[in-house]
T-cell receptor
Framework: RKEVEQDPGPFNVPEGATVAFNCTYS??????FFWYRQDCRKEPKLLMS???SGNEDGRFTAQLNRASQYISLLIRDSKLSDSATYLC?????????FGGGTRLMVKP | NAGVTQTPKFRILKIGQSMTLQCAQD?????MYWYRQDPGMGLKLIYY???????DKGEVPNGYNVSRSTTEDFPLRLELAAPSQTSVYFC???????????????FGPGTRLLVL
């Protein structure tokens, strides 16, 4: 079983749609959780951290369920510029474990 | 600040050749990391360093070596290139360790390596 699993997609959605990604992790000792965004042939960049109580940043909402060991990302009112790969990232100690990413394509 | 810089951007190696991938950061970050990303896959940690003179293995260290003589630089060495090392290599840094901290990892732009 992979340590961090994501549906690779692609998720093809029209502009304005709401889309949700899930991610599961296997290490119950994981301490910190993140969503990174990676554009084609570019480096990953932090989208948002994920807090136990859930958190929102504009059109993006992240949720963490420690009991079930999954993390979610909800994107509302999708924009063309949201097209990218979204990486679920989990940390324990001094290391990050990356999921394989979920590819999102927003169409006009 | 330039952030995290990596050179070269792209390199083709023949099997058995060696090379050093350079990584530098000007943010005075203590922690630095090397990752590789294969097509369609997540990043895998090769080596990391918690400060000058201290390095440790990550998930996939075989075939690589690192050194950290200064806070700023963290080069990655490939001694005998193999086709399995064809990948995109990312260097990253954080101000301090991620244990219990919600720290952002700052990535360099990557080095694309092709081993033929």
């Amino acid at each position: 079983r992979k340590e961090v699993e994501q549906d690779p997609g692609p998720f093809n959605v029209p502009e304005g749609a709401t889309v949700a990604f899930n991610c599961t992790y296997s290490n119950s000792a994981s301490q910190s959780f993140f969503w990174y965004r990676q554009d084609c042939r570019k480096e990953p960049k932090l989208l948002m951290s994920v807090y136990s109580s859930g958190n929102e940043d504009g059109r993006f909402t992240a949720q963490l369920n420690r009991a079930s060991q999954y993390i979610s990302l909800l994107i509302r009112d999708s924009k063309l510029s949201d097209s990218a790969t979204y990486l679920c990232v989990v940390s324990a100690g001094n290391m990050l474990t990356f999921g394989g990413g979920t590819r999102l394509m927003v169409k006009p | 600040n330039a952030g995290v810089t990596q050179t070269p951007k792209f390199r083709i190696l023949k099997i058995g050749q060696s090379m050093t991938l350079q990584c530098a950061q000007d943010m005075n970050h203590n922690y630095m990391y090397w990752y590789r990303q294969d097509p369609g896959m997540g990043l895998k940690l090769i080596y990391y360093s918690v400060g000058a003179g201290i390095t440790d293995k990550g998930e996939v260290p075989n075939g690589y070596n690192v050194s950290r003589s200064t806070t700023e630089d963290f080069p990655l060495r490939l001694e005998l290139a193999a086709p399995s090392q064809t990948s995109v290599y990312f260097c990253a840094s954080t101000p301090r360790g991620l244990a219990g901290f919600q720290e952002t990892q700052y990535f360099g732009p990557g080095t694309r390596l092709l081993v033929l």
